[in-house]
């Protein structure tokens, strides 16, 4: 079973933010699209994780004027794998070692 609600841990200071909760969104045919944490910003906008054609995951504030991108990691991931290995993400403020895992299910 896919992993549907990933939790992210270790970022600090102003990027705190990215911490938390994303939940899966899927592609028509199942495959991960992207992790969104909604309205998971101070200004209220969405939060996007979002793995690059280049295997390099990245985090997108996501509103109606633009994707700006916010944080981005430096390992590379293959493609099929949706869960990022714990990884260096730069951000406009600094850089974190930031642990990624599938949040135990809520039964």
Do not use: M
């Not at 990215?18 to 309205?39: E, I, V």
């Not at 101070?42 to 700006?68: F, H, I, K, M």
Request: glycine share 14%; charged share 20%; aromatic share 10%.
């Amino acid at each position: 079973v896919a992993c549907q609600e990933l939790c992210v841990s270790g970022f600090g200071a102003e990027d705190d933010k990215l911490n938390g909760q994303f939940a899966r969104l899927s592609g028509n045919d199942g495959t991960l699209a992207f992790w969104l944490k909604l309205g998971g910003l101070p200004n209220g906008a969405d939060c996007r994780l979002l793995r690059g054609a280049d295997g390099v995951w990245r985090y997108y504030e996501v509103s109606s004027q633009a994707n700006t991108s916010i944080g981005e990691g430096t390992l590379r991931t293959p493609a099929g794998e949706d869960i990022p290995q714990d990884d260096y993400v730069l951000t406009p403020t600094g850089g974190f070692q930031v642990e990624y895992r599938c949040c135990p299910q809520q039964l």
